[in-house]
């Protein structure tokens, strides 16, 4: 399982070595470059070979922590999902429980089981974007557009359920913000047959594609112990061979009440991490249908809350099953204290610690995101690679600069 | 034949056919036109596998097929920038120059049984395979001129592809020389139509010749060159403006020679067409080669909505090793089946 990572130690000592030496090419790929998205890739390259990578990240920080320092604890939710764009559900999750246990509330079982249908929902749309992501950096339009387009009935899904197409800010501390549609389940169920049939393509023309097998099969290994030494976390982890994941190891939500397995492969490349995609897809299909199914009756939202809501906001909850915003949601203020929580995002494990005075502010807050955790892979995996297959690992880790600038 | 331009003398005839031929048609009007269609096609059937679109806005009515047009126009318009570090003459004359040489091995690939009273010469083979040859020499030169590391390197992989894709693409010409005995591609036309077509006589030839031409041309998979993930554009990266319309323009240009020259080798060129004559021996017969190289290049832009990139050093690996043994095959069978056929 172990295997030598090669590694040159990041000092300037070395890197003004490493420049001296006669032919080594510089090269500077992004931030305005096909293959970089927003951030820049510091390469150096002896012939074909990459004998350093160096990721130069920042490029679109927001300052999510710092700002949210000056934001009502209600006001961060749409601020907290916005660097995390194709997986929006996850993010706000996170947040909203490390809120939760700072306000010592537990939210009614029907809101549990609509935040997994919702949180596996846009895990989906996650993959299918890590999917397009991987297609269009090894050269392949057809799958990055298929992919991205895959994502429009589950947009369209949690476009009804919540009015917006992206950023949902649907979960709220207490529950969710609107109950399911009328005939939600069966619209779910048309949208994941579609989805269904659409991998059969995806397995014809990508995933078994003699190309894709040729360039992604042994590139960018990562054994299971180097994996869990680097702290790569979520698919990319579990591509490698660890079997772990948040939501079986530290269920939240009702993720409890669910089975489901956690796919994991033993190889560690390019190709097992597009696999495990693909596999967790089908996994989140299922979940969704268990949800769907078991779907409890009941409030969507905390009972006390519901309890304090003036007659007529309670008149239109029970009509339409949408909670308006009342002053008292709007004005948290959780005791003195700290909580942390952990969600499986799309792309793995998201880390959040909210810590209170009192106030009405988050006193601080912390956000540790999966794509920034997975940047190991930049140092550590691909030296040693070609110049080729610098997208071809980039891909295949789903790297997704603004999550991992926060 | 040409009875109806009774105002023009005699003598100036054959110098009006060669314009004809050299300006119009299969020359610079019908490659011009050829390439707005290509673009298209290759645009519209990608766009149709991808479930979008493609080019529909301008001019709608016919599908957006003057796109190429209207990008043309935008692009003159555009500011064209000289890097500072970059060598001027080769960089800013070489697109020109690239151009040129993509159309010239046209000039000697016959579209008709007459073709040879126009240029009369047994080695028309040897002629448009030379010319092919001369592009990727220029794009190293024009790669090295940009001053910029992704060009540099986008040339090294042109030369290597160049130097490991040349020796079967030679290979497959010389079995089909070996097939039909002749350079002359009329006389090659003319045993085909008598016996089969070459890619029923000698396929493994064909599929070189297809694989060779794919690297040639920077279809999908082997767009290794200008892997726009990988090295922005390859060689191109620090054009702008027109010029990048023009270096954008050349593989297509190339894909056309050599389809029309594997219409030629190996699809029998214009063999139901035959005739003599300005008409019967030329237009008609040209229109049927020209049909024939069309659907050979639709195939091949084709490709793009099917495959992504393939690596450079396993394409080199791939070059010089099954598709070469592939050539040596080849070049055995045409020897076999030229023994029993004459």
């Known amino acids: ?114 935040r997994v249908i919702t949180a596996e929902i846009s895990r989906i749309m996650s993959h299918l974007y890590g999917i397009a992501i991987y297609g269009i950096f090894m050269g392949s339009s057809t799958v990055f557009m298929w992919a991205v387009a895959d994502r429009e009935p589950f947009i369209d899904l949690l476009q009804e359920l919540t009015g917006a197409r992206i950023t949902y800010s649907h979960i709220i501390p207490g529950g969710v913000r609107w109950d399911l549609p009328k005939g939600f389940a069966d619209k779910v169920e048309v949208a994941l047959r579609y989805l269904e049939n659409r991998m059969k393509d995806y397995e014809k023309v990508w995933i078994n594609n003699p190309v894709v097998v040729a360039r992604s099969a042994g590139v960018g290994k990562l054994g299971a112990e180097d994996a869990i030494r680097l702290g790569v976390v979520g698919p990319n982890l579990r591509a490698s061979g660890v079997k772990y994941d948040v939501r079986k190891n530290d269920p939240y939500a009702a993720y409890a009440d669910f089975d489901f397995e956690v796919p994991t492969f033993k190889e560690g490349d390019s190709y097992s991490r597009l696999l495990i995609r693909v596999e967790e897809i089908k996994q989140s299909m299922s979940i969704i249908r268990q949800a769907l199914k078991r779907l409890p009756e009941g409030k969507v939202i905390y009972e006390d809350y519901y309890k304090r809501m003036s007659p007529l906001m309670k008149e239109i909850y029970d009509k339409t099953g949408r909670v308006k915003f009342t002053l008292m949601l709007t004005s948290l203020s959780p005791p003195k204290g700290e909580a942390i929580s952990r969600v499986e995002g799309g792309r793995g494990e998201m880390f959040y610690y909210l810590v209170s005075d009192g106030g009405k502010n988050p006193y601080r807050f912390r956000l540790v995101t999966p794509s920034f955790r997975n940047l190991p892979y930049f140092t550590h995996v691909m030296p040693g690679h070609k110049l080729a297959d610098i997208p071809v690992i980039y891909g295949s880790i789903d790297y997704f600069p603004p999550e991992a600038d926060r | ?33 050829l390439a707005f269609f290509i673009i298209w096609f290759e645009r519209k059937a990608a766009a149709r596998v991808q479930m979008r679109y493609g080019p529909l806005w301008v001019s709608k009515r016919t599908g957006g097929i003057i796109q190429l047009l209207a990008d043309m126009i935008r692009f003159s318009f555009q500011e064209f920038i000289v890097p500072q570090g970059a060598d001027f003459i080769p960089f800013v004359f070489l697109p020109g120059l690239l151009l040129a040489f993509s159309v010239l091995p046209t000039v000697f690939i016959p579209i008709g049984p007459d073709y040879s009273r126009i240029f009369p010469s047994n080695y028309t083979l040897l002629l448009a395979v030379a010319f092919t040859l001369v592009i990727p020499v220029y794009l190293v030169v024009l790669g090295w001129a940009a001053d910029n590391k992704f060009s540099f390197i986008g040339a090294l992989r042109e030369a290597y592809l160049l130097i490991s894709y040349e020796v079967p693409f030679i290979l497959a010409i010389t079995s089909a020389f070996l097939l039909y005995g002749t350079l002359d591609l009329v006389k090659i036309v003319g045993i085909q139509e008598s016996t089969l077509p070459g890619i029923m006589l000698n396929p493994i030839a064909a599929i070189v010749y297809v694989i060779a031409v794919i690297r040639a041309t920077g279809r999908v998979p082997y767009d290794i060159v200008e892997a726009d993930s990988e090295l922005v554009f390859g060689p191109y990266t620090e054009y702008s403006s027109l010029m990048f319309g023009f270096v954008m323009g050349v593989p297509y240009i190339e894909l056309y020679s050599y389809s029309l020259l594997f219409s030629v080798l190996f699809l029998s060129g214009w063999a139901p067409a035959t005739g003599i004559g300005f008409l019967g021996g030329l237009i008609l017969p040209g229109i049927v080669t020209f049909v024939k190289s069309v659907i050979v290049m639709c195939f091949l832009v084709f490709l793009r909505a099917v495959y992504p990139r393939y690596k450079l050093d396993k394409a080199v690996k791939a070059g010089w090793s099954w598709v070469f043994y592939l050539a040596l095959i080849a070049l055995f069978l045409s020897a076999v089946v030229s023994r029993i056929l004459w």
């Open chain 1, 1 to 114: 399982m172990t295997q030598e990572i090669k590694t040159v130690p990041f000092t300037y000592e070395a890197l003004s070595q490493l420049e001296m030496k006669e032919g080594i090419l510089e090269l500077q790929i992004g931030p305005a470059h096909a293959g970089s998205g927003h951030m820049r890739i510091l390469a150096w390259v002896e012939g074909d070979t990459v004998v350093k990578v160096d990721p130069d990240v920042g490029f679109v920080h927001r300052g999510v922590e710092k700002l949210s320092e000056d934001r009502l604890y209600i006001k961060a939710i749409p601020m907290v999902e916005r660097p995390s764009l194709v997986d929006t559900v996850n993010a706000n999750l996170g947040y909203v429980i490390a809120l939760e246990r700072l306000l010592g509330l537990e939210p009614p079982p029907r809101a549990q089981y609509i």
């Open chain 2, 1 to 33: 034949m040409m009875s109806f331009l009774y105002f023009i003398p005699n003598s100036w005839l054959p110098l009006l056919e060669s314009a004809f031929y050299a300006l119009i048609f299969p020359g610079f009007i019908a490659i011009l036109l």
